[in-house]
């Protein structure tokens, strides 16, 4: 399935610059100006998926076509199982969702545990925040973590 030594694919990226711009156009006549960027996207990344598999180089600018309007009718396909509601969506508030559970849940762990976790999960640190607060390396807060993380679930299980 690869492809015949004497039709060479061009570098993929050298495509997308070729006929980025009108496979844009041509999302945005198949999905609308909303979704026309997440279908191209979508649609290159499907190409780039496929094209090592290729078995010539003969219309390719066509079969770039053929893969987006693949991804715009999907698209089509994944809002109508989308349920539309005339409500607003709720604002989601700290009120609303601080009901105790999580310190319940983490109050079995050590200090330093529940304060790993809160970091990571309440205040949405990455490794190196973490490491800030508590003073230690960023391995030594991935660890820290982890650890938490896995003696959680065993407590759980």
């Given at each position: ?14 495509l ?85 559970a ?33 003073g ?22």
């Amino acid at each position: 399935m690869a492809a015949r030594s004497n039709d060479v694919l061009p570098p993929f990226w050298t495509l997308v610059q070729t006929h980025g711009d009108e496979l844009l156009v041509h999302a945005r006549r198949m999905a609308g100006d909303g979704a026309a960027e997440d279908v191209l996207q979508d649609a290159l990344l499907r190409a780039l998926r496929a094209y090592p598999k290729l078995r010539h180089a003969d219309h390719l600018r066509a079969w770039l076509y053929r893969v987006t309007t693949s991804a715009a009718m999907d698209h089509h396909r994944a809002r109508k199982r989308e349920v539309v509601t005339d409500e607003p969506p709720v604002q989601a508030t700290l009120d609303a969702y601080d009901d105790g559970a999580f310190e319940s849940l983490i109050e079995p762990l050590n200090e330093t545990a529940r304060t790993a976790l809160r970091l990571r999960f309440v205040d949405d640190l990455d490794y190196e925040g973490i490491a800030t607060e508590l003073g230690c390396s960023t391995l030594a807060a991935r660890q820290r973590v982890s650890t938490a993380v896995r003696t959680l679930r065993e407590s759980i299980a």
